[in-house]
């Protein structure tokens, strides 16, 4: 499933966490992608690919139901459609709508700072 959000306010990596998902270094690709668990198991997850690409940012999202099963292979057991992908979609499209402004834009969050005593 993809989800395209016009003129993002915030990085990848800060829409991703504000969502709930955690950053995921893929040691066999390099590429960096986030993931949120369904339960205290690894696995399934739903899995979010960001692109940013002229003042857009696409969200493709699906549900990984197992790690690779082969070597050598990063095919997996993907889902891209279905009821759980719909409603976590539609879950993203509520949190990001909760902070849309003028144009749809998400606005940025402020980072928690420490206070000085």
Same mark, same amino acid.
């Given at each position: 499933m993809k989800? %395209?959000?016009?003129? *993002?306010?915030q990085t990848?990596? @800060?829409?991703?966490?504000? /969502?709930?998902?955690a950053e995921f270094d893929d040691p066999n690709t390099g590429q960096?992608?986030? %993931?949120?668990?369904l339960s205290?198991?690894?696995? *399934?997850?739903?899995?979010l690919y960001i692109e940013e690409k002229k003042g857009q940012m696409? #969200?493709? /999202?699906? #549900?990984? @139901?197992? @790690? $690779?099963?082969?070597q050598?292979? %990063?095919?997996h057991s993907g889902e891209y459609n279905?009821? /759980? $992908?719909?409603?976590e979609g539609e879950r993203i499209k509520q949190e990001i709508s909760k902070y849309a402004c003028d144009g749809g834009a $998400? *606005?940025?969050?402020? *980072?928690?700072?420490?206070?000085?005593k």
């Open positions: 989800i %395209t959000i016009s003129a *993002p306010q990848a990596r @800060q829409m991703a966490r504000s /969502l709930g998902y960096i992608s986030y %993931t949120r668990r205290s198991n690894f696995y *399934p997850r739903f899995h696409i #969200l493709n /999202l699906h #549900l990984d @139901q197992k @790690q $690779v099963s082969y050598g292979h %990063t095919a279905g009821e /759980l $992908v719909e409603q $998400v *606005p940025a969050f402020a *980072p928690i700072r420490k206070i000085k």
